[in-house]
């Protein structure tokens, strides 16, 4: 049994993550401010091996104090604003929480030389902007277009240069599209795939922004969450992996398989394209594969029935 701290833990991807590890009996510690977050989203979980903070990781005070008493194993970083329009809308206050809150952890650990296994931070595809190399490799050129994308590859690259400056070991994971149980779809800036969803559930209008062609690597919660879990327990550090399913789809593709899959009528408009928006994210992933023999098991279809099924 282990000790993870899990920052954003109360979110999407973080709340189906700590599900996985108290189910393998480890004792989850969650810091989240609940901005996106829902205690709905943990509430499942056993509580005898979940501790819960509503906290902001912008409480430098309060994180130290908890790093150096906790002493975590494992530190899993996901608490953020996860939506590239909504560092568009608000560049600083994201930045902050983006970019800043995560280097904080990095110094903790540094100053009080804390022991920890590994600390892995969720970086994201966004980094690799609309740069015509496709499929994206980890050595691809990264053109990042919005703050979001700035302050993730600087966070990424604190964490590989505080790694072997200070022997912290440090893995960061770029995300592309996930999707599954637990998204919150309550905000104009939530992932597509919750928003579709909740417009299928409700016979809600959906609005595309741009023509509906830009391409996705839609990936299903389950293969991140194994991706994660994988890298932490493998001996993968100072390193970056792409985390996606490796085949992908336009949004006009998705939208006709969900309604398929729910066997439901949805109206959409369109709308101008939004600004900062990537037209084209595909994934290689072969690297990941290859460290940790890493097969994402779900295609678009397998994860759409999957995420209604969890959602009932
Ligand atoms: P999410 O919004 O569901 O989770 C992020 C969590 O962080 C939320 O629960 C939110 O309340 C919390 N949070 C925000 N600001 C905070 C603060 N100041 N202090 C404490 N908690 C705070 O999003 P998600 O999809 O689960 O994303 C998790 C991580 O993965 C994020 O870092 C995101 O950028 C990254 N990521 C997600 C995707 C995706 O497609 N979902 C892709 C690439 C990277
Ligand atoms: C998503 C993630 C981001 C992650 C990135 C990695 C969210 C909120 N965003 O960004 O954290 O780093 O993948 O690839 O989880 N769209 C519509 N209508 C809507 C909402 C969105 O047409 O109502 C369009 C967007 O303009 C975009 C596409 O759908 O073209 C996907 O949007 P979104 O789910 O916000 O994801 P990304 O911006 O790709």
Redesign the pocket.
């Given at each position: 049994m282990n000790k993870f701290l899990i920052t954003g833990g109360a979110g999407?991807i973080g709340s189906n993550l700590a599900e996985k590890l108290i189910n393998a009996g480890n004792e989850v510690v969650i810091v989240d401010d609940l901005s996106m977050g829902l205690k709905a989203n943990i509430a499942d979980l056993n509580q005898e091996l979940l501790t819960f903070y509503q906290e902001s990781i912008t409480n430098h005070q309060f994180m130290e104090e908890l790093l150096v008493r906790e002493k975590f194993d494992y530190i899993i970083l996901l608490g953020?604003v996860?939506?590239?329009?909504?560092s568009v809308a608000n560049p600083y206050t994201t930045h902050l929480i983006n970019q800043e809150a995560n280097i904080n952890v990095y110094e903790v650990i540094r100053k009080n030389r804390l022991k920890v296994k590994k600390v892995l931070f969720a970086?994201?595809?966004?980094v690799y902007g609309n740069n015509p190399e496709l499929p994206k490799k980890e050595t691809s050129p990264i053109e990042p277009l919005t703050p979001?994308?700035i302050d993730?590859f600087a966070s990424e690259r604190y964490a590989m240069t505080y790694g072997k400056l200070y022997n912290i070991p440090t893995v960061a994971t770029?995300?592309?599209?996930?999707y599954g149980p637990k998204?919150n779809p309550n905000s104009?800036?939530?992932?597509?795939?919750?928003?579709?969803h909740e417009c299928l559930k409700n016979g809600k209008e959906?609005?595309?922004?741009?023509d509906?062609e830009?391409v996705?690597?839609f990936t299903y919660v389950d293969d991140v969450t194994e991706a994660v879990v994988g890298l932490l327990y493998s001996s993968a550090k100072w390193d970056v992996y792409n985390v996606a399913t490796g085949k992908t789809v336009t949004?006009n593709e998705v939208i006709a398989a969900f309604k398929k899959v729910m066997d439901k009528e949805l109206t959409v408009k369109y709308?101008q394209?939004?600004t900062g928006?990537?037209?084209v994210?595909a994934a290689d992933i072969s690297k990941i594969s290859r460290e940790i023999d890493y097969q994402p098991k779900y295609d678009i279809s397998l994860g759409l029935k999957e995420y209604i099924r969890k959602s009932k």
């Open positions: 999407f953020a996860a939506s590239v329009a909504d970086s994201s595809a966004a979001y994308a993730k770029r995300f592309f599209n996930v998204q104009p800036y939530s992932g597509v795939l919750s928003i579709i959906f609005t595309v922004f741009g509906g830009q996705r690597d949004l709308e394209e939004r928006d990537i037209k994210s």
